[in-house]
Each structure stands twice: as C-alpha cells, then as structure tokens.
C-alpha cells in the first residue's frame, strides 16, 4: 500500500484508543482477529515514571514545551488527574494553541505562554516537566531552560531526555535538592505499557529496564 505523502497511520487503523485518538498520534498497534487498534503508551509512560516519586493529583505541573510530546502527557495527565496545568514554550503560540485544544475536551483552564513565565510559575510549582530536546547529545552544554536558584526542594523534575541520563536540567534539579526523574524512565513505561497492550501480560520490568540502560 502507499501512504500519501502527510497522512497519518491513524487513517488506515479499524480503531483508534480515546487518548490516542485526541492525542492524535500512535506509537502502538495491535492486530487481533483482523482488526488493528491503534494506542499511545507516551503519555501513559510518563505519567508512571512520575507517579512512582510523586502524587500528581491537583499538584500544579509546568510543562516546558508544546510539542508531540507535551501534547500527549497532558491530554494523559488530564484524562487521568485534576491538575493545575501551565505550559510553556519558547513560540508562546504554540502553548496557546495547545491550550486551546485542551481547553475544548477538558473543562479546566490552563496557563500558557513564553518561558519568560518560568519564574513566576515555578514558585508554587510541584512538577516541572521539560518536554524540549535541549541538553541532549550532542548538546550536553546547552544552558538548561531553568537554573537551580529558580527551583525549590518540593519540586519533582522530569526531563523527557534520555541521553544523557542526567541532563543539564536534572544537574541543576539537584543542586536545589528537588526530586528528579531521567527520560529512561517514560522510554521504559511507555514499552511496558506496550507489551502489555500487546501480550495482556506484565513485562518482566527489572530486565527491561536492564537491557534499555545495557543499550545506551
Ligand atoms: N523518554 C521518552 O521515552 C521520550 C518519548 C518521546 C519524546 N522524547 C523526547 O522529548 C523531546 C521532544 O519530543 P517531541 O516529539 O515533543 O518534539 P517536537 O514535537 O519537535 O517538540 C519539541 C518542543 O521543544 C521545543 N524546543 C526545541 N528545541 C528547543 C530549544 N533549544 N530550547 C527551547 N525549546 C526547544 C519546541 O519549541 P518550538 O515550538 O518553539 O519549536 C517544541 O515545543 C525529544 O528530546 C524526544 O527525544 C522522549
């Protein structure tokens, strides 16, 4: 079959999961009896690997980014948790239009802008996640998007940036003694999260996470 050029694999699935389908991407198919249905275990992942450290019921979480991936941990986290939600990017219309989005299939209202509103944001913060490509190989060095002095102990940083497994963020998380959570941690919930969807069965979880860390 050809795909036309800027269609979706959505398009051509007999089924599309609810998030998934508002989130508007999949990164797993399954295939029973004929029928394809599609899944975003993204947003699920990263939810997990921050559920493990922290509460996230009707904390206050900045999302640093508005792109694919923030798109999909916020329509999780708001499918699953009542939050206080601010999204933040560097084209300040882009987390508009994201909480436009949002806005329309969740009844909350949501803070969007600039970076420039980091300081304020973060003060009465609980969870910062950095959905942005910054600080990742090759660019270890970039300046992170926020400094130790604007964090707090209270606060859980997650970088979405696997590798390096600490990131320039997560260096200056732990110069202000906040918790942080590495990228690894989303890349293993999301694939458990798909092999369950896959094989209905728990995945052998210290292995995986093994081999993931072995790999990189
Ligand atoms: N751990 C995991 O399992 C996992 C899963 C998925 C994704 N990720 C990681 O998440 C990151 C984002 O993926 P994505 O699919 O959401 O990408 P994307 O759709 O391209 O979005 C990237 C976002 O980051 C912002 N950005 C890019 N470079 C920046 C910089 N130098 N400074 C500040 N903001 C910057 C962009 O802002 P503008 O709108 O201004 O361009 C945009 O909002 C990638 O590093 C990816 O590897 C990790």
Redesign the pocket.
Same mark, same amino acid.
């Given at each position: 079959m050809t795909i036309p050029h800027k269609t979706t694999i959505m398009n051509y699935l007999d089924q599309v999961e609810e998030t998934a389908n508002l989130i508007g991407a999949v990164n797993t198919v399954k295939i029973e009896k004929g029928q394809s249905k599609g899944y975003n275990t *993204?947003g699920i992942?990263a939810v997990k690997s921050i559920q493990e450290n922290k509460n996230i019921s009707h904390k206050k979480v900045i999302i640093l +980014? !508005? +792109? +694919? !991936? !923030?798109k999909a941990i916020s329509y999780q986290l708001l499918a699953l948790y009542e939050v206080e939600l601010v999204i933040l990017? %560097? #084209?300040p219309s882009?987390a508009m239009q994201l909480k436009t989005d949002l806005e329309k299939n969740f009844k909350i209202d949501i803070t969007a802008g600039g970076l420039s509103l980091v300081d304020q944001e973060i003060k009465d913060g609980d969870i910062l996640i950095d #959905? #942005?490509? %910054?600080g990742?190989h090759p660019h270890e060095n *970039?300046k992170p998007?926020v400094r130790a002095e604007q964090m707090h102990p209270q606060l859980l940083v997650n970088d979405?940036?696997?590798n390096p497994l600490e990131t320039s963020i997560l260096k200056e998380a732990n110069k202000a003694g906040a918790t942080t959570v590495s +990228?690894l941690k989303?890349?293993l919930y999301?694939g458990v999260e798909s092999f369950k969807i896959w094989t209905g069965e728990e995945p052998p979880l210290e292995i995986m996470e093994k081999t993931i860390k072995k790999l990189l």
């Open positions: *993204d992942g +980014g !508005a +792109g +694919g !991936a !923030a990017n %560097r #084209t882009r #959905t #942005t490509p %910054r990742m *970039d998007l979405l940036v696997y +990228g989303m890349l999301q």
